[in-house]
């Protein structure tokens, strides 16, 4: 959408800080030892307690809260209680959420505990490159220049990018133009970044894999070559100059 009255962007505001604010406590609550079921509950109550509506829930059917993915699931992940959390589990969480009419969507990866598998590498290179990506992007950029500075910065740590997943428009409903917001360039996507617009823009980081399959739940996403993946995610406002983070308070890079 693009933000064109006051209302819009308290609406906006006010949806982006529901989501941050669940994803934040989602990340603290979660232990080893709960299932991922629980910890999607929590995070539900949470939106409800706010007054919002799970998107996917709203959108797809989709069967949980939240998607909560653990370390070879991308994305997706469906909360189970058969899903226990172990220490040193990479771990990911994606929220988003209706409010009064506004859609707005973040999410992270992180490790549960100790880092006893090695993943924090991985986790800190995605942030990096979120908020590279981020602090590049204003009005009249082009979209596939953002995927090209995204891939471009995963394959100097190691990575690789999931070409299949990408960032999108958001604000009146979950999903919206720009419909792909890749992270590699997309020499086929002319389209650039338009002032006062609102997108959700994620990295997705990779060790082995290109491209994410869906397991027979029909939700799950896993690599094309296995390995493990790493997204973090904001909702933003495009401005002629730095952008405005919706979503800041989920203190992903904090």
Known sequence: MSITKHAEWIGMQKASEAVA???????NYAHPGMTTKQLDNYGGQILRDL?????????????????????NEFCHGIPSDGRILEEGDLVNIDVSAELNDFWSDNGGSFVLGEDINGHQNLIDASKLILHKAIYNIKGGVRISDIGHLIETEAKKNGYKV??????????????????????????????????????AVETFISTISTYAETLNDGWTMVGNKGGFMAQHEHTI??????????????????
Not at 21 to 27: A, N, V
Not at 162 to 180: A, D, Q, V, W
Not at 237 to 254: A, M, R, S, Y
């Open 21 to 27: 604010f669940t994803l934040k406590e989602m990340r």
């Open 51 to 71: 007054g919002a509506k799970s998107a996917p829930l709203l959108t797809y059917g989709f069967p949980g809260w939240t998607c909560i993915s653990v370390n």
């Open 162 to 199: 999931i070409k299949n997943l990408t960032g999108h428009g958001i604000g009146k409903s979950l999903h919206e133009e720009p419909s792909e917001i890749a992270n590699y360039r997309d020499r086929f996507n002319t389209t650039r970044f338009k002032k006062n617009s609102v997108v």
């Open 237 to 254: 406002v495009i401005t002629d100059g730095k952008p405005i983070i919706l979503t800041e308070t989920n203190e992903i890079w904090g």
